[in-house]
């Protein structure tokens, strides 16, 4: 059984950072592109960063230049460094990545940010 597990949230101050990590178990093969999305409160999941097997990323918009994706094959983890905080970035975190056969995602980890 593949798993997902994330781990790194909490509550932050504004201008603060947090790093997520999201570590992949079971049987789930090789893995391609690797994400987090997030789903802030009253609002549709949206995608954050992608990275592929080979460490292509991106972004959205509103995260560039203070999100960082990364992720280690072997361990077959995924990171989310995250600085330069701000409450619009208030939302559960989700870790998702693709298997040969399907998308896996994780079960989410809470991000508040508020003084």
């Known amino acids: 059984q593949v798993q997902l597990v994330e781990s790194g949230g909490g509550l932050v101050q504004p201008g603060g950072s947090l790093r997520l990590s999201c570590a992949a178990s079971?049987?789930?093969?090789?893995?391609?592109?690797m994400a987090w999305y997030r789903q802030p409160p009253g609002k549709e999941r949206e995608l954050v960063a992608t990275?592929?097997?080979?460490?292509?990323?991106n972004y959205v918009d509103s995260v560039k230049g203070r999100f960082a994706i990364s992720r280690d094959n072997a361990k077959k983890t995924v990171l989310l460094q995250m600085n330069n905080l701000n409450p619009e970035d208030t939302a559960v975190y989700y870790c998702?990545?693709?298997?040969?056969?399907?998308?896996?995602w994780g079960q989410g980890t809470q991000v508040t940010v508020s003084s």
């Open positions: 998702n990545a693709n298997g040969i056969y399907r998308s896996y």
């Open positions: 990275i592929t097997s080979a460490g292509s990323t």
């Open positions: 079971g049987s789930i093969g090789v893995i391609g592109t």
